[in-house]
């Protein structure tokens, strides 16, 4: 007796443009559900950028802050206060804020996020940072990530060149140097600059108000515990977080609060369903194709699980076949839209064997909506 696998692979193998088809359907879905959970990742992954570069243990903010492109500002004075609390080694204030970028030999305007914070204070794990803050110190000085999106100018090679200029809030502005960060869904383009320069770009300022408190702290300290200390020590008009907690939650507004994470996993399960009519439909047809070979396998005294391993074998074989050529695609459209939207789009294991499972379960499910056919496979009715 023949194993189901073997004799599933035939049937397959017999109608050449029927496989194609089915292997083709099976392939789109798993690019759909690659390419949207991929989209999905890139936006939290870089929704974060700038939260794990953050030189810190433990976050203040304002309680009505939603995300980091809408901060809402708190006193300096919860920044003197936490400094006291037990575990504290030191505290930065940053200011944010959008500013208006104009570059030599570019009549557009745009909008770019800008960061000031205390130069004398290591307070971004960017090496290039820390290397160039001295830079900031002098005069109205800025560093510019390069990679920002490329309507904001070709920051290295000019800078590279000589010296380069800027108009900041229709101020002129030197460009001390360069680091890089990446973009984001809401974050085209970034700026560091000293608080003292952030406060003449932003005169209407108040300077005793700030948007982000970053917190470091002494070797040892336990950032739970210190959180709880300085919650405990601050009115309730600011927030406290540990790192991890200011990043969990900058991806949940993303993922629940915005529509786009409900937009990607809404791709997925459209994914899922594309390719799983696709399969079934192409199994439902092979079944009533070979209606009367498995009637005869069940009058030589096969089991209905037997008939039925064989249609789950196809739907097996079809997982395989669409999804190979499937994920070798994924990886070139990847590529592309990573060079098209400087989103961190990878595929990581986790991500690739997530869609594996979703293409073996898709097909299954379309094999056991076929099996409803296969059921019916009555030999007395066939050769009655």
């Given at each position: 007796m023949q194993s189901p696998f073997t004799l599933a692979w035939r049937q397959l193998s017999r109608e050449r443009l029927r496989l194609l088809v089915a292997v083709s359907g099976t392939g789109f879905a798993v690019i759909l559900m690659l390419m949207q959970l991929g989209f999905r990742d890139a936006l939290f992954q870089s929704s974060v950028r700038f939260h794990v570069r953050l030189n810190g243990d433990v976050v203040i903010l304002n309680p009505k802050s939603q995300f980091l492109v809408q901060l809402k500002s708190f006193t300096r004075r919860r920044l003197d206060q936490a400094r006291a609390v037990p575990g504290v080694e030191s505290v930065c204030g940053f200011y944010f804020s959008l500013g208006v970028w104009k570059y030599p030999r570019m009549k557009v305007l745009k909008q770019i996020i800008v960061l000031g914070f205390d130069p004398r204070i290591d307070a971004i794990k960017i090496p290039e940072v820390s290397?160039?803050?001295?830079?900031?110190?002098?005069?109205?000085?800025?560093?510019?990530?390069?990679?920002?999106?490329?309507?904001?100018g070709a920051?290295?090679?000019?800078?590279?060149?000589g010296t380069l200029d800027v108009e900041l809030n229709d101020r002129k502005t030197r460009v001390a140097g360069t680091f890089v960060l990446g973009t984001s869904?809401?974050?085209d383009g970034t700026v560091l600059t000293s608080d003292v320069n952030f406060l003449r770009l932003f005169p209407a300022r108040n300077p005793g108000l700030v948007d982000i408190g970053l917190v470091r702290l002494?070797?040892?300290?336990?950032?739970?515990?210190?959180?709880d200390r300085i919650a405990a020590t601050l009115p309730k008009d600011v927030l406290v977080l540990t790192m991890d907690e200011y990043m969990a939650r900058e991806i949940a507004f993303w993922n629940a609060i915005t529509p786009i994470g409900y937009v990607f996993n809404l791709g997925v399960v459209i994914g899922l369903v594309v390719g799983g009519i696709i399969v079934s439909q192409i199994l439902f047809a092979d079944v009533s194709d070979?209606?009367?070979?498995?009637?005869?396998?069940?009058?030589m005294g096969h089991k209905s699980s037997y008939l039925y391993g064989i249609v789950l074998c196809q739907s097996i074989i079809l997982a395989l076949l669409?999804?190979?050529?499937?994920?070798?695609?994924?990886?070139?459209?990847?590529?592309?839209?990573e060079a098209a939207t400087q989103l961190p789009m990878t595929l990581t294991a986790p991500l690739c064997l997530s869609v594996f499972v979703l293409t073996l379960v898709m097909c299954c499910l379309a094999g056991m909506m076929a099996l409803h056919k296969l059921r019916r496979a009555d030999p007395a009715e066939i050769f009655g």
């Open positions: 290397a160039q803050l001295a830079g900031l110190k002098l005069g109205e000085a800025v560093l510019v990530d390069r990679a920002s999106r490329p309507e904001y920051l290295a090679k000019d800078l590279a060149e869904f809401g974050i002494a070797p040892g300290a336990d950032p739970a515990k210190v959180r070979h209606m009367t070979e498995y009637a005869t396998l069940k009058a669409g999804y190979l050529p499937g994920l070798a695609l994924s990886a070139v459209v990847y590529h592309a839209a």
